[in-house]
């Protein structure tokens, strides 16, 4: 599963390397796949977020993720 955007530490953890950018303060995190500890909720992905005049708002993992697909 390793690949250009997906590493696997040592623990055998999936996870991604997000750029995060909150409130001026700017680095790069370590975003892992969710384990079973509830408290522990990144989602292996990054977002970011920018106004309406293209400034960027804010960059980090995505935490909370939720998927729905609804069927009518």
Known sequence: METD???IDQHGQA???C?????GVIGVRKCSMPAS?????MGLACFA???AEGE??????WIH???RIEQK
Not at 37 to 41: L, M, R
Not at 56 to 61: G, L, P
Request: proline share 0%; aromatic share 18%.
């Open 56 to 61: 960027m708002i804010a960059q980090d993992c």
């Open 15 to 17: 996870y991604v390397n």
């Open 5 to 7: 955007y997906v590493g």
């Open 49 to 51: 977020l920018w106004n």
């Open 65 to 67: 993720q939720e998927v």
């Open 37 to 41: 500890d509830a408290a522990f909720d």
């Open 19 to 23: 750029t995060y950018n909150m409130d």
